[in-house]
């Protein structure tokens, strides 16, 4: 069992920046062995996937609307994930979340196990 708690979320200009983190607890010993993402989820809207990274931090992923902006990263040490968000803009406001699997990074959050509450990021114009 892995317990997820994101924070770093808040209220940001356009073209401002925002660090989220997500640091595992409980089985943690097993931190390395699982695939994390982020996901958001924008008012009204479904889940999406923004990006992934795999257990060695090896293999990342990241939807096409993120790419050049936000950079996923990972601290095994320290059992924190990370989103590196920069030139945020007002579409990037969603509630964001963490989650994992024991398996290989995919886009479908329903390969994820374990998920964080989330955090909200509010980007104004």
């Known amino acids: 069992q892995v317990q997820l708690v994101e924070s770093g979320g808040g209220l940001v200009q356009a073209g401002g920046s925002l660090r989220l983190s997500c640091a595992a607890s409980?089985?943690?010993?097993?931190?390395?062995?699982?695939?994390m993402a982020w996901f958001r989820q924008p008012p009204g809207n479904e889940r999406e996937f923004v990006a992934g990274?795999?257990?060695?931090?090896?293999?990342?992923s990241a939807t096409d609307t993120v790419q050049g902006r936000f950079t996923i990263s990972r601290d095994n040490a320290k059992n924190t994930l990370y989103l590196e968000m920069n030139n945020l803009k007002p579409e990037d406001t969603a509630v964001y979340y963490c989650a994992a699997q024991f398996w290989e990074v995919t886009r479908d959050p329903k390969s994820y196990t374990y998920w964080g509450q989330g955090t909200q990021v509010t980007v104004s114009s």
């Open positions: 990274i795999g257990g060695s931090g090896s293999v990342t």
């Open positions: 409980g089985r943690t010993y097993t931190f390395p062995n699982y695939a």
